[in-house]
């Protein structure tokens, strides 16, 4: 079967483009058009390793991974190096099922015609049924993500208002089913703040500067037992769309890694 160089590309570069789209969404960034369609181009190009001679499985794996973490590093740029092996991992999981459900769909309609060399899969095709697909499956993706993107928010999000040393901050946090801590002495709320934010709030903590107001959280996590800093408040208040909660001199724990999407964590138990 002939495969055309043109049609590899033309095909890859927009399919890439919409599992870059995808992996966006997932992964909670929002890169430049350009930088979408650079690495579009980019990842369509490495399509052409299907006209090389067949490789060993070793470089097979090496290049996927490398050109894959390439592609994100084009795509989303560098922020830390966790970070880019994160969405890269998730680009993967995106193409992964994406191949396997053109696999899928080939395989029930009876395939003719597929070529697969270097880990590369040519379909006899036509590209426009394959581009349909990938857009019915980037539309398909946003109905989903924005029907559960709203239903989550309507029911963890809240705001938080912590009263601290006279002064008044409010923290954008979600009610985390995750989140059971409180004060073993006096029963009160905890709630789990982003360093960054309570620093710029309210400054810097130290046992040393607040010795009075300073308690140890205990904080069970998947890898064991840890213990949180935490400082107990004049008072608090938990607001969501329907309802507000007074905290009762709750106490802030200063969370020892930056918090994902929200500036702090709330238990359940405090919102009824």
């Known amino acids: 079967m002939v495969v055309y160089a043109d049609i590899l590309i033309i095909t890859n570069l927009i399919v890439d483009y919409f599992l870059l789209k995808i992996t966006a969404g997932l992964t909670k960034q929002s890169p430049t058009l350009l930088r979408q369609l650079s690495a579009s181009f980019f990842a369509a190009c490495g399509a052409l390793v299907i006209f090389l001679p067949e490789q060993n499985t070793v470089f097979r794996v090496l290049f996927r991974l490398i050109f894959g973490y390439l592609i994100c590093l084009i795509c989303f740029g560098f922020k830390s190096f966790r970070k880019s092996v ?16 053109m ?24 590209p426009v049924f394959l581009i349909a697909f990938s857009v ?25 208002t912590l009263v601290f040393e006279g002064k008044s901050a409010d923290f954008s946090a979600v009610i985390d089913s995750g989140n059971a801590l409180t004060d ?48 107990r408040c004049e008072s608090g208040t938990i607001k ?32 009824g």
């Open 86 to 101: 994160s969405g890269s991992l998730v680009f993967f999981a995106v193409t992964t099922c994406f191949a396997g459900a």
């Open 103 to 126: 696999l899928a769909i080939w395989y029930i309609f009876n395939p003719y015609g597929m070529v697969i060399n270097n880990s590369v899969v040519y379909f006899n095709i036509s």
């Open 136 to 160: 019915i499956g980037f539309l398909l993706f946003s109905v989903l993500s924005y029907i559960f993107k709203r239903r989550n928010s309507q029911a963890e999000s809240c705001t938080v």
């Open 184 to 231: 073993n002495f006096t029963q009160s709320a905890v709630i789990i703040a982003d360093r960054k934010k309570a620093v710029h709030s309210f400054g810097e903590f130290s046992p040393d500067i607040y010795p009075k107001k300073y308690r140890v959280i205990p904080c069970g996590t998947v890898s064991g037992c840890t213990f949180l800093d935490g400082y």
């Open 240 to 271: 969501t769309d329907e309802r507000s909660f007074h905290l009762n001199k709750p106490i802030m724990a200063i969370s020892k890694t930056p918090l994902c999407d929200c500036e702090a964590l709330v238990n359940p138990l405090d919102c």
